[in-house]
């Protein structure tokens, strides 16, 4: 008990943005120590005959992307109990389980079914939460990941991402582009453009309904703004020169976009349907990559007003301009967390291109990844977990999940595409 | 790119345009447009524009096109402007051009000076390391400077259009290939030639 209010404590304290506490979690890397252990039984079978196992490999999984559980080996247990009454509470504290979740699976009909699934807290042997989901036969994994969410609220106080969507560009036939969207586990890719020019930049609405991006199309790069349901798409920026890096205020009505007119990329206002297009940032360097702080007062962006990239954040109401990355001399994509404590970027070190985060009230910075050629990094809506492209050397890009204590780096099953920006959409109820 | 073979198979005669007319085939498709759809009706390549069919069928020095104020004589004469002297490279996040260059670009304003129905893109690309974005800047950053060499020697904007492919079509192996300077270059291109 005594160790898992430390866990608990522990996980508080992360996520309060603690980069030191996250520091000294990152020591114990690979030890399971920091993670809650917590088994997954396979659920029970009543009148399938289809393969449903993997529910319970669908909830490891997403438990143990977020780096903070660890899901346990049950290979052993020979007899999966159906309720908190035939627990056998000294077997699973030998296992060092302190969380355990069972489930069975109903046939109603041929096409419907029932998942009933229970969270059993090993230490005060009793049950402390349990659902039940009817769904179709290929709702399994949306099922899974309603699980997932359910006890991950419920063991951590945040908000479980394994319900959410992401988009990505694809690249194939070495000049095509599609641009995808999946499950944030990479799974059911679903493509809503094809394009033979490039595609860049994709950024979801905060209501998670439409997708702005950069095309190439116009032999230059525009911006449309997508929705998803219908496929309609409308242009919202096609200016002289480049239209690019469009980025969604928090309530969904304007966009910060780059323009480069005939010089240089300049970050500017523009509103969603495409009207009062204003400069905010008026410099002589590169600046884009805008992004909006949660409360929407401020837009970080990279420049290279001091030679490399940087990060830096404009106030747009005082349009006072201030350096917010200083390690290191290429420092560029920044995202922040949801709640804006924390902020993501790529930062080149040693010749490496690595993922780092940044606490932004003590400014320590941690590199979560380790290279060579890491790309593109963004936030889970709870932010907790990180999207990111990687490239080992001779290989193609990749797309990864890392968990912001460090302790889970992961791919996504897209086998072997070559993928690039991916972007994480909201939570949506 | 496969396209611009189909093209070149089909209407290539002399041989010693191949390489003028590759270039100039990979410029009708990007002008061509190459729309996106909704994936349902995904469209065929758009055909080469008109220009581009009556450059193609005429062998003879492009006598279509030769008029004074293109000069197209001197740019396929002169060795300075030669295709395999267009591409201008820069350092690593860098878009300064280097004096290794002058003479090139000089050469190039001339041209452009005494050819005033000729036009030029420059097109500026970068090596495939960071990101999408930061690189298309920089791309852009890179045309532009060469854009500012040429106006350096009196060259009007009006002759010149500047873009950015970023890292849009770099090689994705140059750090393993030690082959990323390639890449880091702004590539000059005629219109019409």
């Known amino acids: 008990m005594k160790k898992f209010v430390y866990l608990i404590f522990a996980g508080l304290l992360f996520f309060s943005s603690s980069i030191l506490h996250a520091l000294e979690v990152i020591e114990i890397l690979g030890g399971k120590a920091s993670q809650i252990p917590i088994a997954v039984m396979p659920f029970k079978n009543f009148g399938a005959q289809n393969n449903i196992a993997k529910i319970n490999s669908v909830i490891k999984s997403d438990l143990g992307r977020s780096g903070l559980f660890y899901a346990l080996d049950t290979r052993g247990v020979t007899t999966t109990p159906n309720s908190d009454k035939e627990i056998n509470f000294s077997l699973w504290k030998t296992l060092e389980a302190q969380f355990l979740i069972i489930g069975r699976v109903d046939f109603i009909q041929e096409e419907k079914m029932k998942v009933s699934w229970s969270l059993i807290d090993i230490y005060k042997q009793q049950t402390i939460l349990s659902g039940e989901y009817v769904g179709k036969k290929n709702q399994i994994r949306a099922i899974g990941h309603k699980v997932s969410d359910k006890v991950y609220e419920r063991l951590t106080g945040s908000k479980g991402v394994f319900h959410t969507k992401i988009a990505f560009v694809e690249k194939y036939n070495h000049q095509k582009y599609k641009l995808n969207i999946a499950d944030y586990d990479g799974y059911n890719v679903i493509s809503l453009l094809d394009s033979k020019m490039p595609i860049i930049s994709p950024r979801w609405s905060p209501d998670g309904e439409k997708i702005a991006y950069v095309s190439f199309e116009k032999e230059k790069p525009v911006i449309y703004i997508q929705e998803i349901a219908t496929g309609k798409r409308k242009l919202l920026a096609n200016f002289k020169g480049n239209n690019s890096a469009p980025a969604w205020s928090p309530d969904g009505k304007r966009l910060a976009i780059v323009l480069t007119y005939s010089t240089n990329s300049q970050i500017y206002l523009i509103n969603a349907d495409g009207s009062d297009v204003t400069r905010l940032i008026r410099s002589r360097s590169i600046t884009t990559e805008p992004t909006w702080s949660p409360d929407g007062d401020e837009i970080y962006y990279t420049s290279n007003q001091g030679g490399g990239p940087q990060i830096y954040k404009f106030n747009l109401e005082s349009s006072e301009i201030s350096r917010v990355t200083f390690e290191g001399k290429y420092n560029l994509y920044p995202s922040l967390s949801y709640d804006g404590k924390l902020l993501l970027y790529l930062t080149q070190d040693q010749g490496k291109f690595k993922v780092a985060l940044q606490n932004l009230q003590s400014n320590q910075v941690l590199k979560l990844t380790k290279g060579p050629l890491d790309e593109a990094p963004v936030f889970s809506p709870n932010g907790h977990m990180v999207l990111f492209v990687y490239k080992d050397y001779g290989k193609t890009t990749k797309i990864g999940t890392v968990s912001i204590n460090g302790l889970k780096i992961e791919s996504l099953p897209l086998g072997s595409r070559q993928v690039q920006e991916p972007a994480w959409g909201p939570i949506k109820e | ?193």
């Open chain 2, 1 to 193: 790119m496969g396209s611009n073979k189909r093209i070149s198979k089909n209407k290539l005669k002399g041989n010693k345009l191949k390489k003028s007319i590759l270039l100039t085939a990979l410029l009708g498709i990007l002008a061509a447009g190459c729309s996106s759809t909704d994936l349902k009706e995904s469209q065929p390549l758009n055909p080469p524009q008109p220009e581009l069919q009556s450059m193609l069928s005429d062998d003879n020095e492009g006598t279509a096109f030769t008029s004074p104020d293109l000069n197209l004589l001197e740019l396929r004469g002169n060795p300075l402007l030669a295709k395999d002297k267009r591409g201008i490279y820069f350092d690593f996040n860098k878009y300064v051009v280097k004096q290794e260059y002058m003479e090139v670009v000089q050469a190039h304003a001339k041209y452009l000076n005494e050819s005033p129905a000729a036009n030029m893109k420059i097109q500026g690309n970068t090596d495939y390391r960071g990101s999408h974005e930061y690189n298309l800047s920089l791309g852009q950053k890179r045309a532009v400077a060469v854009k500012e060499a040429l106006n350096s020697f009196g060259v009007d904007d009006s002759q010149i259009e500047t873009i950015s492919y970023g890292k849009e079509y770099a090689n994705l192996d140059c750090v393993e290939q030690n082959s990323c300077g390639e890449d880091r270059r702004a590539e000059v291109v005629y219109i019409v030639e």
